[in-house]
């Protein structure tokens, strides 16, 4: 298997029209088609049902689709890195991350980057979901980490990267702790701590108004460490996305009844030209193992 192949293939997939798909990939469609024919060949079946105006991906095609762009995506990953490995100079990186976002969930795509750029100069601005919009737009920092952004700028450029389920979050003496799941009314007469800088705050209180939950009006917390504080000295409990990290105090339940997915998105800016470690982060999150990394730090102390 050949990476022109895999780009031609992707190609395809997303335009569903072999002329098309060849003009952008500044081929002629016998030498696209042959390539894909002869991964076809590699891969033990036909990826597309070729009708005229009507191609579409076989359930092989399906299948292969997000397994080959992980690997087109780290393939262009490790190119840039290369590239700005050779030349070796300073390579600043300004990332502007939400209060939510956990940094231990970013490190490997960080190590790697490191790795490749032993003279990177990491600057990082943490601060609510706006605050991030606000650095990326005005172009103080070249990339954002935040939930989803209650922006109107069409200019702004987004992937989601993983999405992670919550869960309630108590003191390991709290009369909860030992369950081995709650439902929302179980937290009716419970201190229910907020996070008002969790940029899907407005969802969980509309949520919990539903099961005539309230949670704490007056506290103002403005950090998941803060909120971790509270409930370790047994202060309050809260509901905490899976990969918060835990202590020996604390117990993690699941929530049976709600069904609520905290998203991560990578926020850029349409055509701002990036810098060479800012470019190589980009492929580098976008082809990482979300799943893995989620769930090793969703076991971490349980």
């Known amino acids: 298997m050949e990476m022109h192949q895999v780009r031609y293939f992707l190609a395809v997939a997303r335009t569903l029209n072999f002329t098309q798909a060849a003009e952008e990939c ?4 016998p030498s696209l088609s042959r390539a894909i024919i002869k991964l076809e060949e590699e891969l033990g079946g036909d990826l597309f049902r070729r009708e005229r105006s009507l191609t579409h991906p076989t359930e092989l095609g399906r299948m292969m689709q997000p397994l ?6 780290a393939a262009a990953s490790a190119k840039v890195l290369a590239t700005s490995y050779r030349k070796g100079g300073v390579a600043p990186l300004r990332l502007a991350l939400s209060s939510t ?11 790697g980057l490191m790795e490749a750029f032993p003279g990177v100069e990491l600057k990082f601005f943490r601060g609510s979901a706006p ?5 990326v737009k ?4 070249e990339l954002g980490l935040a939930g989803p952004l209650d922006a109107d700028w069409d200019r702004f ?3 989601v990267l993983f999405a992670c389920p919550h869960r309630l979050i ?9 369950s081995e799941s709650v439902m929302l009314r179980d937290l009716a007469d419970e201190r229910l701590l907020a996070r008002p800088y969790c940029e899907l705050s407005p969802r969980f209180c509309e949520l919990l108004a539903q099961s005539s939950i309230r949670q704490t009006p007056g506290d103002l917390l403005a950090s998941d460490a803060d909120t971790l504080e509270m409930i370790r000295a047994n202060l309050g409990i809260s509901i905490m996305p899976a990969t918060t990290p835990r202590h020996e105090d604390l117990k993690s339940l699941p929530i049976s009844d709600l069904e609520l997915e905290a998203p991560t998105l990578l926020y850029s800016v349409v ?3 990036h810098s060479p470690a800012a470019a190589a982060l980009i492929q580098l999150v976008r082809s990482a193992n979300w799943k893995q990394i989620l769930a090793a730090n969703e076991d971490d102390g349980r």
Do not use: E
């Open 271 to 273: 055509g701002r030209q």
């Open 101 to 111: 976002v956990d940094l231990r969930l970013i490190i490997q795509p960080l190590a």
């Open 138 to 141: 005005t172009g103080d920092f």
């Open 26 to 29: 500044n081929v002629s469609q």
């Open 157 to 159: 450029k987004s992937w």
């Open 170 to 178: 108590v003191h390991r003496t709290h009369r909860l702790a030992n």
């Open 68 to 73: 080959l762009q992980q690997t087109y995506d």
């Open 131 to 135: 605050d991030v919009a606000m650095q």
